[in-house]
């Protein structure tokens, strides 16, 4: 015990150290205590014990001047007030003897963060890591520009110019008429859909309707863009407003004709077309909307009969081709194919008559070839087939034309499963060479495939060709006579 206390005092009267004293009460000092119990226990990171016969400078507290936990507490006192550091240039050390240098728990790094490495030493309890942040580590101040994306003070070419960016932008605060109207200018010059877009919802929103529309009329692309996006929304109230406001009737008529889509009934559909009628549309589209509710007319009376019909099961049509659905709200051309299969060669006087339906609503003759094309083919009434390009020419001579090419008659005629006799007729009729050559080898036309090869006299082809077909069929036979017979003069 008594050499403890002859250590203590020989540390104390060394000449490397100068006693003090001070009051253990002062809170100001208190609040330094236990930072400075920390940075005294790296006392072993910068003293040598093997150099104790050199002459060190230190200051009060016993830390060689010019090191790293001198050169901390420095720091820590120049950011106390002038007044608070009368008494604190005496700290008070701490005997606890330190660790030793390879067994620190703190880095450079972890110093100057206030934090300890994981397992060692606690970290600096006067000072919380956000004060260290602030005292010994600043954020740096932005430069003014950067602020601008906060402040939100753009002009509107750096408004727009953001929006098209995908930077945060405002628009509010383009409060009066001719701001919005220079902001919206600029979205149009930029020629930015998506940004017109985006002003207009502003603007519909924070404008009155009628100065909107006001503006609007001398605009004609972000008139475009709010037509389009009214529509989108269908916003059908405000986009008759504004067609009204700009006198746009025939728009007003379209927009109303529109509304039909959403009447399901057929009768109340009829009765709102009907009364579309007197609406002020354009000559082009008076024709269409009359078209429209008379179609729907005849087709309410046509469905209504082959309902009937269909349940008695008169005429046989029915009942060997049942129907699959309803022909109400059908095009034209739908209608006109229905009306050939099952009332085909009615009276012209009838509703459902082919004949009248392509006369009342003017079906031009490939729309008419074709789709009664199809649905005489799909009954397999091949005699119907033929009369729709049965043809005299003024000396009496019968021969089939068709408004369309030949060609695409046989590919109607092959997807409604026609045997290979019909096809033949058809494929004959193809006007280039080469193009019924394919068609014949496609559909198996043996007879049109030799036929051709003996007019071309092309003997080497036809010997080609026999290969392809049964030996001893008739084919090979009439191949074998062809080859036979002197009278022809082949070419090779």
Known sequence: MMKAKTD??????????????????DDDFARMKESKKAVNSLHSLVDDDDDDDDVVKVSWS???????SWSVKETASSLRPAGEAREHSF?????????????????????????AKTGSLPSFDSFSESSVRHNYAPELRKPRSEYKDYSGDWSPEETVKRMQQGKVYSLERFRSLQDKLFLLDEAVSANDGNVITAILIYLKRTLHKDILFRELENREVALRHLVHYLRET????????LFRSLGRTEDVALLQYKEHVSIKDENKR???????????????????????????????????????????????VFKKFPRKASILHMPIVTTFYYSCFYHYGESDGTYSSPANIRKTFRLSDKQHLVTALAARAKQKAWLDVDALFASRNWLGVSKKRSPVGFNRVVDILSKNNAPV????????????????????????????????????????????????????????????????????????
């Not at 203590?8 to 009460?25: I, L, M, Q, R």
């Not at 728990?105 to 934090?115: A, N, P, R």
């Not at 269908?234 to 407003?241: A, N, V």
């Not at 549309?281 to 179609?295: A, K, W």
């Open 421 to 492: 006799m019909v096809l033949q007729d058809y494929v004959a009729l193809v006007d280039e060479p080469e193009l019924r050559i394919n068609l014949a080898l496609k559909y198996k036309c043996h007879d049109l495939i030799i036929n051709t090869y003996r007019d071309l006299k092309d003997r080497q082809l036809l010997l080609g060709y026999r290969c392809k077909v049964e030996r001893g069929s008739m084919e090979d036979r009439k191949i074998e006579e062809l080859i036979s017979n002197p009278q022809i003069r082949w070419k090779n």
């Open 8 to 25: 203590e005092e020989e540390y104390w009267n060394s000449s490397k150290f100068k006693a003090f004293t001070f009051d253990d009460e």
């Open 270 to 316: 009829r009765d709102f077309l009907k009364s579309c009628l007197n609406l002020p549309f354009s000559p082009e589209d008076s024709v269409h909307i009359q078209d429209h509710y008379t179609l729907l007319e005849r087709q309410i009376i046509i469905e209504a009969n082959d309902k009937q019909a269909e349940v008695k099961g008169h005429p046989d």
């Open 91 to 115: 700290p008070k050390i701490d005997t606890t003897p330190s660790l030793p240098k390879n067994q620190s728990g703190y880095s450079l790094s972890s110093l100057f963060k206030g934090k």
């Open 62 to 68: 016993g830390e060689p001047i010019g090191s790293i």
């Open 234 to 241: 269908g916003d059908q109230k405000l986009l008759l407003e």
